[in-house]
């Protein structure tokens, strides 16, 4: 079993609040991830991370910022949250498989922002 | 056309049956194929990763992968209601280590 844990698992808050989204493995991973979710819809990557100090945006337009100052932890933080804002975020950490990479995913945090 | 396509189903199935879950991607020169299983309300899971054409085969699931044709398909034989879930399809595309996800297929195994 994979062990990436986020924090909170649900979150309910009003629009303009900054918010932080937390994740940590303690796999030892290098690489790790943020993919934004809705219903029936595809995951979709918004940041990722090599390493420490490492951080890149993904393929989906992003308001939020990443940070990795310790290998285990990769946060995601929301300076005003928006009603758009409203989806689950899902955090992943990989291992590497031949040339790719296979993800284990936190059990996400559903935001809504009211 | 979406890079990764899936039909979103849901596609019901009797327990005990195969089913067969199919998804087609853009990019030719793709390498790494891979089937994550996502239940309701709970994150995605690896089930099966294939990189060559043919047969894959764990326990009750296959994927099965034709790179000529650009598709990849999972079998689940004997299914159970254990399994109704949504089955995510994720290639490695234009040479990136990270996967792109399909929007998944719902499968729904009634008793």
């Known amino acids: 079993e994979a062990d990436i844990y986020q924090t909170p698992r649900y979150l309910v808050i009003g629009t303009g609040k900054k918010i932080t989204l937390e994740c940590s493995q303690t796999?030892?991973?290098?690489?790790m991830y943020w993919y934004q979710q809705d219903p029936g819809m595809e995951l979709h990557l918004i940041h990722y991370?090599?390493?420490?100090?490492?951080?890149e945006k993904g393929d989906l337009s992003s308001e939020s910022t990443v940070s990795r100052i310790r290998t285990e932890h990769f946060p995601l933080t929301l300076e005003s949250a928006r009603p758009s804002h409203t989806s689950q975020y899902l955090c992943?950490?990989?291992?590497?498989?031949?040339?790719?990479?296979?993800?284990?995913f936190g059990s996400g945090t559903q935001l809504s922002v009211l | 056309q979406k890079e990764v396509e899936q039909n979103s189903g849901p596609l019901s199935v009797p327990e005990g049956a195969i089913a067969s879950l199919n998804c087609t991607y853009s990019?030719?020169?793709?390498?790494?194929f891979f089937w994550y299983r996502q239940y309701s309300g709970k994150s995605p899971e690896l089930i099966m990763s294939i990189y060559s054409n043919g047969d894959k085969e764990d326990g009750r699931f296959t994927a099965q992968l034709n790179k000529a044709s650009q598709y990849v398909s999972l079998l689940i034989r004997d299914s159970q209601p254990s399994d109704s879930a949504t089955y995510l399809c994720a290639v490695n595309m234009k040479g990136s280590y990270i996967p792109t996800f399909g929007r998944g297929t719902s499968l729904i195994v009634h008793p």
């Open positions: 990019d030719r020169v793709s390498q790494s």
């Open positions: 991370s090599y390493g420490v100090n490492s951080t």
């Open positions: 796999m030892g991973h290098d690489k």
């Open positions: 992943a950490s990989s291992a590497t498989q031949g040339v790719s990479e296979k993800l284990f």
